[in-house]
């Protein structure tokens, strides 16, 4: 079973439990590493993500555990960020400054033309209908088909170390009720998304989190893109999106067995600081 998890939500973001809760929840689950990931903040949002004020007490905690906990387990300051166009990023200055030893770009917006305000694409599926209905007029579709745009967009322009749950779409299509994963037209999709992570030499990231908050049964992505991943040879890493600190291997038995089925053996992690390929 896994030693590590790098996407780790706390009381920074939206997340339960302070920050050291996670490291010794990690450690009673012998990890021998643990990454945190809060929610970069977002100019004008405040929902779920980090204020702004918040962003160097944030890094202070974590290098503060660092080195209290120096010689039990690895801890890293990670940040999951946002791509918006034209506003936000993994690659966005801003974050450049804080020594991040990592960034999760993730796409979980889309922007409404008619009034400019952007819409979160997994609050709820009432709030999934509602974009659909309003920003695409009901061609799910083509709702489908701009999210993995935003995601090409974002390798292509922010090339982050870790490509956040890839298929955050399906959230609410648990039985395929808004679309099917078999159509020719979103296979596609998912084929040119991974082909241009493949490019970037991204890492494609095994989220359990949809499993522990009861949303679907399996990881993202779907099994057969990660059979589709393993045939391109894109790096993986294995974590929990935990927001909880009971959650920070949630689901990593389950996920590392449908792993293994598609020819994963060796996860990507980092080690003493440095990307190393590590069994899985």
Request: some cysteine.
């Amino acid at each position: 079973m896994s030693s590590a998890n790098y996407h780790t939500h706390s009381v920074f973001c939206d997340g339960e439990g302070e920050l050291e809760s996670y490291v010794l929840a990690a450690l009673t689950r012998g990890f021998d590493a643990l990454g945190f990931s809060s929610h970069a903040p977002i100019p004008d949002f405040k929902t779920y993500v980090m204020d702004d004020s918040q962003l160097q007490t944030y890094c202070d905690t974590i290098r503060n555990l660092q080195i209290k906990y120096r010689n039990k387990i690895q801890i890293y300051l990670g940040l999951e960020i946002d791509y918006i166009p034209a506003v936000l990023g993994p690659g966005s200055p801003q974050f450049s400054r804080l020594g991040l030893d990592y960034k999760i770009g993730s796409v979980h917006f889309i922007k409404n033309p008619t009034d400019g305000q952007y819409w979160e694409l997994d609050e709820s599926p009432a709030g999934f209908e509602r974009i659909t209905e309003e920003i695409f007029k009901g061609k799910i579709q083509d709702f489908i088909s701009y999210y993995y745009l935003l995601l090409r967009q974002m390798i292509r322009q922010h090339n982050p170390d870790i490509i956040g749950h890839l298929d955050l779409i399906k959230k609410f299509n648990g039985s395929e009720e808004y679309f099917s994963e078999n159509a020719s037209w979103y296979i596609a999709e998912v084929r040119q998304t991974l082909q241009v992570i493949a490019a970037a030499g991204s890492i494609l990231e095994i989220n359990t989190g949809g499993i522990a908050r009861g949303y679907i049964k399996a990881p993202y992505p779907s099994a057969w893109i990660i059979t589709e991943a393993r045939k391109l040879g894109i790096p993986i890493i294995l974590s929990s999106d935990a927001h909880l600190p009971g959650s920070v291997n949630a689901g990593f038995e389950q996920a590392i067995a449908l792993l293994h089925k598609a020819g994963y053996f060796f996860q990507r992690r980092l080690v003493n600081g440095r990307w190393q390929d590590t069994l899985l």
